[in-house]
């Protein structure tokens, strides 16, 4: 039987997983899955993205069950407005999940929110688009003002960045995504540095790197001083 597993405030525990499962072990993780998500897995129309769903909320209520000593099968999932998972009967434990590339992330804390983003890295990203598209002024001309060889990791340090605190906070991208502004150039902390229209939300937040193999890039966003990190397998 696996242990349960604790966490004390101030840490955040990531955990990472690849979501490539043999049959037996997706019908095990289907298994565990609510009515809602096997509706939302049944209308995933391509069989590995559907699979990496099932695997993903899998392995975040296999996850989650152990901190609360509980069956995975059990427990009740509800969501805020823009989609990001919470326990139905509250509760300190708050966690946050994200996948890309066929990996995944999970962050896992108590008592304050939380967010965490992944994505694996494209060379032929049209990053300069959307740049020009999502990012703040500030951050367009950090970027732009680097070395052409440089761009494209600094891109994805501020695309992460800004993702994890949007989904820190619950809002998404409903939230303009150029009314804030997080640090993108080498050598600078990660940090949220600016919101024109919440000006107090520098000092509420801390946001940290985290480490992930080559070829991806990921970054985390809590509430709160900024967080002893541990890493799982």
């Known amino acids: ?58 392995f975040l209520r296999e996850t989650v069950a152990r901190y609360l000593d509980k069956d995975p099968a059990a427990l009740r999932f509800e969501t805020g407005e ?4 919470r326990l139905a009967d509250g509760g300190p434990l708050r966690f946050n999940i994200s996948h890309s590339g066929g990996l995944c992330l999970l962050a896992v804390t108590v008592g304050c929110d939380v967010g965490i ?5 494209r060379d032929d990203l049209p990053y300069r688009d959307m740049a020009r598209r999502y990012f703040s002024p500030r951050e367009r001309d950090e970027l732009f003002s680097l070395p052409d060889g440089e761009q494209l990791d600094a891109f994805y340090r501020c695309w992460t960045r800004k993702e994890s605190w949007l989904k820190g906070c619950g809002t998404g991208f409903t939230q303009s995504s150029d009314s804030f502004d997080v640090s993108l150039l080498p050598g600078h902390p990660p940090a949220l540095i600016a919101h024109r229209a919440l000006p107090g939300e520098p000092a509420r937040w801390s946001l940290a790197d985290i480490a992930v193999p080559d070829g991806y890039c990921a970054s985390l966003a809590i509430a709160g001083d900024r967080p002893v990190v541990r890493y799982l397998p």
Do not use: N, Y
């Not at 823009?82 to 998972?85: C, R, S």
């Not at 983003?117 to 890295?121: F, K």
């Open 1 to 58: 039987m696996t242990p349960p597993l604790s966490i004390t405030p101030g840490e955040v525990h990531v955990w990472r997983t690849h979501l490539t499962r043999d049959t037996d072990t997706l019908i095990l993780l289907k298994s565990l899955l609510s009515p809602d998500e096997l509706a939302r897995a049944d209308r995933l129309r391509d069989q590995g993205k559907r699979e990496e769903f099932i695997a993903c909320r899998g």
């Open 82 to 85: 823009q989609g990001k998972p």
């Open 117 to 121: 983003d992944l994505e694996q890295r």
